[in-house]
């Protein structure tokens, strides 16, 4: 059907049905020796109503509508790179991505409106959405020089990482969001991928083989290429001012505006400016993050499970599936295999910068960083090793850092494959979010008050200030209010914690003895026959240096300690109840089964003399009361 189209595009134009009946001439032409039939060259057709459907969806229709010139110019123009139009098998072979205006107001840091911009990277075998980013968008301010603000590559990466993981089920979002209840092979892919849980979103996991982006600035930076060379993704530009390249994000955008932006009321702009609302400025506008979790709820709960016409089951042509339906016949052939990636890997996602360690850190865009406490020691020896022995570098070493999030900063070690972990200097000084963005404008604020963009400290509590205020202040009139900075999407770059309880058997609490209690009432203290057992010596000198009561018993090393409260220093009174004999008994055989047990350990005492004179010096006041 092409190549006829391409033979008829410089002579004049042609009906749909005579293009019909030039293929059916080629293919008896052709397979006409290999097929024997004529008839059965004829049953290679399809129907009328599916020629002419298949026509139009291919766009060789369009192209018979359009003048001879522009035909003419469309014939000419070189196939596609890898082959042109290939045919896809299986999930993520081929991907396609595409930012474009959001039309919907949303509220940005300084509490006021700002546009949208959104970025989809979208499945050609199934139509699935792998990923989307929702980023903030205004134009550059001429009168204060303010810089604009749109995708950038950082955003991209952020986009791509959620190709790799599945998304949660956030906490008010539609039961039937989650792949539980969805059409997905959820049991199959919890039994691959430990990760999917009850809490999973109806959106399949995709790692993109090969992506066709546009020929914007961010798509061609140094960073995404260096992100997709680490994956291993390979990439395919598509050709300037040729949608058709990528058509399936383009037509995303329009079934986004018709099913889910005109349904975000405080915000939705319209198509055009002829068809604003009055007032949408002024209307209570969500913030940038409830934007994006509306959208992946809306693209789980709806755009994942609702047919779609160019999805045909291949066994049944006549039946029409959705996204995550096209998605389970083609994981049942290709299989699934999970590839998480560790915190380590999501590093390289974050912005690089080229650093020169210090003994006092290092710097990024005048802010100081040091390494960590339980880092310090592998930070020593990267100042040890001099420079990173990198050519073209110098001395300085490769380091990562979220803009959307500077506080923490990863310095990598490219000889041992490791990461050394450092925070902002003054990080103490700002309890609230920020970004990189904000610090610029506040350094830009202090350069214009005669300050300098290297005082850290005096930029740090300027910022820190401002944030103090937002809190104090009264509430703004308006219902668009100062909310925390754009934050991005999380990623996963921290390491988890070890448990330190970890690999131990649970504990069985009936098992649990208590322990023997010692008889410390001060009315009823130890009895003397407690030092009975101890050597003769040791009686001996006692009696000798202090003599012997009446009775001829040794006096309690601990007596004085039990003063009646009328001074007399006689004994307690004879009505309170005494401890039997037995229990002082088996007191005694536990206090000297432990006095034996101590004998081997550095700091027991080796005989009962040792005990004695602790005892004399404790009640003669040498060790306090």
């Given at each position: 059907m092409q190549e006829v189209v391409a033979r008829r595009a410089h002579e004049s134009d042609v009906t749909i049905e005579l293009i019909r009946e030039e293929v059916e001439d080629l293919l008896h032409s052709r397979y006409a020796a290999e097929l024997g039939d004529p008839a059965a060259v004829a049953a290679l057709l399809p129907s009328r109503s599916t020629f002419y459907l298949r026509m139009k969806e291919s766009g060789l229709a369009d192209a018979l509508a359009r003048p001879t010139r522009a035909r003419a110019a469309l014939a000419s123009t070189p196939p596609l790179l890898h082959g042109g139009r290939e045919a896809v098998l299986r999930p993520g072979q081929v991907t396609q991505v595409d930012t474009t205006p959001l039309r919907i107001l949303a509220?940005?840091?300084?509490?006021?409106?700002?546009?949208?911009?959104?970025?989809?990277?979208?499945?050609?075998a199934n139509h699935s959405m792998c990923a989307l980013m929702i980023t903030p968008s205004r134009p550059q301010d001429a009168e204060s020089g303010r810089p604009g603000q749109a995708t950038r590559a950082i955003d991209l990466t952020l986009m791509l990482a959620q190709a790799f993981a599945p998304w949660p089920v956030m906490p008010g979002w539609d039961p039937l969001s989650a792949a539980a209840a969805s059409s997905l092979p959820f049991g199959a892919l919890r039994a691959a991928d430990e990760r999917f849980t009850e809490a999973t979103a109806a959106r399949p996991v995709i790692r993109p083989e090969l992506i066709v982006y546009d020929q914007g600035s961010p798509y061609v930076s140094e960073h995404f290429t260096e992100v997709c060379d680490q994956l291993r993704?390979?990439?395919?530009?598509?050709?300037?001012?040729?949608?058709?390249d990528k058509p399936l994000a383009e037509n995303f955008f329009t079934t986004l505006a018709h099913r889910f932006s005109q349904h975000v009321r405080h915000g939705w702009q319209g198509r055009s400016h002829k068809k604003r609302g009055r007032g949408i400025d002024r209307m209570p506008l969500y913030t940038i993050a409830e934007l994006q979790q509306m959208a992946q709820e809306w693209v789980a709960l709806e755009?994942?499970?609702t047919p779609d016409a160019g999805l045909r089951d291949p066994f049944r042509s006549?039946?029409?599936?959705?996204p995550n339906d096209m998605y389970a016949v083609q994981v049942a052939r290709s299989g699934y295999r999970p590839m998480p990636l560790s915190p380590a890997q999501s590093r390289f996602f974050l912005l690089p910068r080229w650093v020169t360690p210090g003994k006092g850190g290092f710097m990024i865009n005048y802010r100081t960083y040091q390494p960590v406490a339980q880092d310090a020691g592998h930070y020593r020896e990267v100042l040890l090793r001099g420079g990173s022995k990198l050519s073209g570098r110098g001395d300085k070493w490769g380091c990562r850092f979220n803009p959307y999030r500077p506080e923490r900063v990863w310095l990598y070690d490219h000889m041992a494959d490791t990461w050394v972990t450092c925070d902002f200097r003054l990080r103490h000084l700002l309890n609230d979010p920020w970004t990189a963005d904000m610090w610029q404008e506040h350094?830009?604020?202090?350069?214009a008050a005669g300050g300098s963009e290297q005082d850290e400290e005096a930029i740090a509590l300027s910022l820190a200030q401002r944030d103090r205020r937002r809190r104090s202040r009264r509430p703004p009139p308006k219902r668009t209010g100062a909310e925390p900075p754009f934050q991005g999407l999380d990623l996963e770059t921290e390491q988890p914690s070890h448990d330190p309880y970890a690999g131990l058997e649970e504990f069985d609490l009936s098992t649990l003895r208590p322990r023997p209690a010692l008889p410390i009432s001060p009315m009823a203290p130890p009895s003397a026959p407690a030092l009975a057992a101890l050597p003769a010596a040791g009686r001996a000198a006692r009696a000798g240096a202090d003599g012997e009561q009446e009775g001829g018993q040794t006096p309690h090393p601990l007596a004085?300690?039990?003063?009646?409260a009328d001074g007399t220093g006689g004994p307690p009174d004879a009505s309170a109840p005494e401890t039997p004999t037995e229990a002082h008994e088996v007191v005694e055989a536990e206090l000297l089964d432990d006095l034996d047990s101590g004998a081997d350990d550095d700091d027991s005492y080796?005989?009962?003399?040792d005990v004695i004179d602790v005892w004399e010096e404790h009640t003669s006041g040498g060790m306090g009361p």
């Open positions: 509220r940005g840091d300084d509490g006021r409106p700002t546009a949208t911009e959104m970025t989809a990277l979208i499945d050609v993704i390979a990439r395919r530009p598509a050709r300037k001012k040729t949608p058709t755009y994942q499970q006549h039946v029409v599936l959705s350094a830009e604020q202090h350069r004085a300690l039990f003063v009646p080796e005989d009962g003399e």
